[in-house]
């Protein structure tokens, strides 16, 4: 049995509060994903409420191939993304660099980088929220599903869409952006 399958079953039986527990454990997950992809809290309250009536309607087509986190976290970013489209806001940085030098960097990045660890000192947490706001929204959301929701590598392929190599680049490109960010901001020499 897949160890989603009981409270799924409970919320598409209509039990009391099978719902509200599905949207607690995973409020925190779409609230996360939707708030960095849009930067706004009163659209990520509107986007992730949307998110919760979408997955209340489509609960019945979940098919267990993946873990309910993952879909509903698939749902969130497809909404946040249509959402951000409308707005025409691109949600990706165009890159300039070779294939030769998107290899070499990727290999200096090992994927177990705690930025978290390395930023929580003094008052760089100010420093690092603003220049997360400067990333653009999947940066962003890559590194808050990768480091602060310790989603795994092939979770975000199902949330995202994205092939698993675009996901590592990507990660590596907002940790690279975001590293250089940090250092302007507190006048560090690269």
Not at 5 to 23: K, M, N, S, Y
Not at 56 to 70: E, G, T, V
Not at 128 to 142: E, F
Request: net charge negative; with cysteine.
């Amino acid at each position: 049995m897949h160890p989603d399958q009981t409270l799924v079953e409970a919320v598409l039986a209509r039990q009391a509060g099978a719902f509200e527990r599905l949207v607690r454990q995973h409020q925190r997950l779409v609230w996360h994903l939707v708030q960095r992809m849009v930067m706004d809290a009163e659209d990520t309250r509107d986007l992730s409420q949307e998110v919760f009536f979408r997955v209340y309607q489509k609960l019945h087509q979940f098919r267990f191939d993946c873990s309910l986190a993952s879909w509903i976290g698939r749902v969130a970013f497809s909404i946040a993304t249509r959402h951000l489209q409308r707005r025409h806001i691109p949600i990706e940085e165009t890159w300039s660099g070779g294939e030769e030098e998107d290899a070499a960097m990727i290999d200096m990045v090992a994927d177990d980088a705690d930025i978290e660890a390395d930023l929580v000192r003094g008052d760089l947490l100010r420093h690092v929220q603003r220049a997360m706001a400067n990333l653009s929204p999947i940066h962003r959301t890559l590194l808050t599903l990768y480091h602060a929701d310790e989603l795994s590598i092939a979770e975000m392929v199902i949330i995202t869409g994205q092939p698993e190599g675009t996901i590592k680049n990507s990660l590596f490109r907002a940790r690279q952006r975001l590293r250089v960010a940090l250092q302007d901001l507190i006048e560090v020499p690269v």
